[in-house]
């Protein structure tokens, strides 16, 4: 695990969590979501740099296959969907860590965690008004029928569309700093993607999107060339909504 990076919990499930070596502006924190079963990418050494330079913490917690969902995922929580843990958890355990409170908290997110990312901000617009989204997994009910978790979640593929994300989109309940980034490369997420982008023009909200710059498919690569403009975004944005505010 490259330096800065530590294991930890969140109320009973497992997280990581990176501290760099001199924190930036202390009234901000990142919350990151994985891609499918997977936690690895923002580990990278370069990211890691790259997270360290911006001097933000992260937390990250760690969900396997759960999708980010508003269902209840067993091998998550079998009480609590994922989505409403990180609704009910999320601000008190920034809070509780870092003293850092909504709307300081800045989402970021990678495939079906970056459709996560925006199912939080798209709910919680005033609590979490900063999110970016790379390669985001919007149209993942597109997969139901292919034996992956969302199978057992949905009674078909109909069911599992009433979650995605361009559903949720509220024409006058929305994040006020958000954006979108995919490889058009990457063909399993890139139709949902310009979907929401098509939805959010039509519906003249807010937003900034990169839909062109491309790493050929390779995600590691891509995820290296956009997180430092990335992390850019979210913490102008966050010091916009901290200096509105004053």
């Known amino acids: 695990?490259?330096?800065?990076?530590t294991s930890t919990d969140?109320?009973?499930h497992p997280a990581e969590m990176f501290v760099p070596e001199s924190v930036g502006d202390s009234?901000?924190?990142?919350?990151?979501?994985?891609?499918?079963?997977?936690?690895?990418?923002?580990?990278?050494?370069?990211?890691?740099?790259?997270?360290?330079?911006?001097?933000v913490r992260v937390l990250a917690p760690l969900g396997g296959v759960c999708g980010w969902l508003d269902r209840v995922f067993p091998s998550f929580d079998e009480q609590v969907s994922p989505l409403d843990f990180l609704i009910s958890t999320i601000p008190s355990e920034f809070a509780a860590r870092w003293n850092v409170s909504p709307p300081g908290?800045?989402?970021?997110?990678?495939?079906?965690?970056?459709?996560?990312?925006?199912?939080?901000a798209y709910r919680q617009a005033r609590k979490f008004p900063v999110v970016a989204a790379i390669n985001p997994a919007i149209d993942f009910h597109m997969w139901y029928g292919h034996g992956l978790s969302i199978d057992t979640l949905y009674a078909?593929?109909?069911?599992?569309?009433?979650?995605?994300?361009?559903?949720?989109?509220?024409?006058?309940?929305?994040?006020a700093h958000q954006r979108l980034l995919c490889d058009p490369a990457d063909l399993t997420v890139i139709d949902g993607v310009e979907r929401l982008i098509s939805?959010?023009?039509?519906?003249?909200?807010?937003?900034?999107?990169?839909?062109?710059t491309s790493a050929h498919g390779d995600r590691i690569a891509y995820l290296r060339q956009t997180i430092n403009p990335v992390l850019d975004f979210i913490l102008n944005g966050l010091a916009f909504e901290a200096n509105r505010l004053v």
Do not use: C
Request: hydrophobic share 40%; no cysteine.
């Open 199 to 212: 939805k959010l023009n039509s519906t003249g909200i807010l937003h900034e999107a990169d839909v062109t």
């Open 27 to 55: 009234r901000f924190a990142l919350l990151y979501l994985h891609e499918y079963g997977e936690h690895q990418l923002l580990k990278d050494d370069v990211v890691s740099e790259a997270l360290d330079r911006h001097g």
């Open 10 to 12: 969140i109320n009973g």
């Open 105 to 120: 908290i800045g989402l970021l997110g990678f495939d079906v965690g970056g459709q996560g990312v925006l199912q939080l």
């Open 1 to 5: 695990m490259p330096s800065g990076w």
């Open 156 to 175: 078909n593929q109909e069911d599992a569309r009433q979650s995605t994300v361009t559903l949720q989109l509220h024409p006058l309940n929305w994040p």
